[in-house]
């Protein structure tokens, strides 16, 4: 018997016809499901996400509102008819506020759990740790709070502000106001120094000097020392890269060694209203935050939150804030991206990846956004902001001292554009290359 390429063909489509007519389940739509594993979703039955906050340790003080704001907002779009009238199932865990905890829960969401996205992290240091498992999974990750820039990857989604959203427009404000010379003090970790460098930048364009840079670890609580360097040099404000309980000791032994706020304030990036309040009022006030929400937001969206969240069984923490809405707003733009994955493959051929892909420009508008309208990035996957900043009140509350008119643009190597520029597909260099998930 002669052996052809048209016999082989002709036989090798019988197989494959035989296969699928005897063992059906072996095949899928999208040849990004892997052989044999079942969908990612299915109409009808529960939609798993993850959900990985910190709910213990020295960073609960924030993250446990962005636990809490997840599942008040499933539960919200549960109530409205779930995604495309299938209910979603929230699988919470308890990152403990612990680096190695965030990476060993992260591969459970995912292969033990089967969720098609994860929402988590509050740190840089989280996000990173959880970074390469979700790249070799080609999986989805939604980052909902602040961080550095400095990234391309193809696997993330955040909501939160970039440096050139956040203290652009606060240190030349802290400048004009109050003088050139200022004292950092950050967590030890790479999102408060590389949240400085960009802050190097804003303050030479506009005069200013750093007088003292000083890191204390994640946890930490002890100030005296730096605050005896702050005494010497006298500084005309203090910018904060500080997070979590070593926030709040920060604010608190501010007050306590007899500094005035009036003439040496602190400018922060993550002291809100949460902070505050654990705190209390009498130890935030005066100083200012950059931000783009606040829970004193005035409109009609803003006040329906407020009160809706604050008097469900979700508002424990008493007041909104702007990780919490950043958090909130992170699941509405995940399910905007899975109605688009599920408009363009059917339910069984979602990935994880293609809800990420489908996800650039989704817009949520200012009747589901606190905050008002924000956006997707098409390009790096950020989102187009509003910044704003605000002084904190004797109430604990924020007044909005300055507002930008118009969003601005996510631009996560802002200070690096020699590095290249983050496109949907990765990070196009100078020199002709396409560089993936550069963290």
């Not at 008493?318 to 493959?345: D, P, R």
Request: include cysteine; glycine fraction near 10%; aromatic fraction near 10%.
């Amino acid at each position: 018997m002669s052996i052809t390429r048209r016999s082989v063909l002709k036989g090798g489509a019988a197989v494959t016809a035989t296969a699928a007519a005897g063992f059906p389940h072996i095949f899928v739509k999208n040849l990004n499901q892997a052989w044999g594993a079942p969908a990612w979703v299915k109409e009808g039955e529960p939609i798993k996400v993850g959900v990985l906050f910190s709910q213990t340790g020295n960073l609960a003080v924030v993250e446990n509102d962005s636990t809490n704001v997840v599942l008040y907002a499933i539960e919200e779009i549960n109530k409205n008819g779930g995604v495309m009238g299938t209910p979603i199932e929230p699988v919470v865990v308890d990152a403990k506020s612990d680096i190695k905890v965030y990476s060993e829960k992260i591969s459970e969401l995912i292969l033990r759990d089967r969720v098609v996205s994860v929402f988590g992290g509050y740190t840089s240091a989280s996000r990173r740790a959880v970074m390469p498992i979700v790249f070799a999974r080609d999986h989805l990750f939604y980052y909902p709070t602040c961080y550095e820039g400095r990234e391309c990857m193809q696997n993330v989604i955040c909501t939160g502000p970039l440096a050139n959203q956040h203290s652009y427009d606060l240190i030349p404000f802290m400048v004009e106001n109050f003088g050139p010379k200022v004292y950092l003090i950050g967590s030890n970790y790479i999102w408060p120094k590389e949240s400085n460098k960009n802050a190097k930048v804003w303050l030479e364009r506009v005069g200013g000097e750093v007088v003292g840079e000083d890191y204390v670890p994640l946890g930490g609580s002890e100030f005296t020392p730096i605050f005896n360097k702050v005494r010497q040099q006298e500084p005309d404000f203090i910018f904060s890269t500080v997070v979590g309980d070593s926030d709040i000791a920060l604010h608190k032994q501010f007050k306590q060694e007899g500094f005035n706020v009036d003439t040496m304030p602190i400018a922060a990036l993550t002291t809100g209203e949460i902070e505050i309040r654990a705190m209390g009022a009498e130890f935030g006030a005066g100083h200012f935050l950059s931000a783009p929400y606040f829970q004193t937001l005035d409109n009609p969206t803003n006040q329906k939150f407020v009160e809706n969240y604050l008097g469900s069984k979700y508002g424990t923490g008493g007041v909104t804030h702007y990780n919490m809405e950043e958090t909130y707003l992170s699941v509405y733009a995940w399910k905007y991206g899975l109605e688009k994955a599920i408009e363009q493959a059917g339910w069984d051929g979602v990935t994880p990846r293609l809800i990420r892909d489908v996800s650039g420009g989704i817009r949520i508008e200012d009747d589901i956004s606190p905050e008002g309208l924000i956006w997707i990035d098409p390009d790096n996957f950020n989102a187009w902001l509003k910044p704003k900043i605000g002084q904190c009140q004797s109430d604990g509350q924020f007044k909005i001292v300055k507002a930008a008119d118009e969003h601005v643009a996510p631009d996560p190597f802002s200070i690096y554009p020699e590095r290249g520029v983050c496109k949907a597909d990765g990070l196009h260099t100078e020199d002709g290359k396409v560089l993936k998930n550069v963290l």
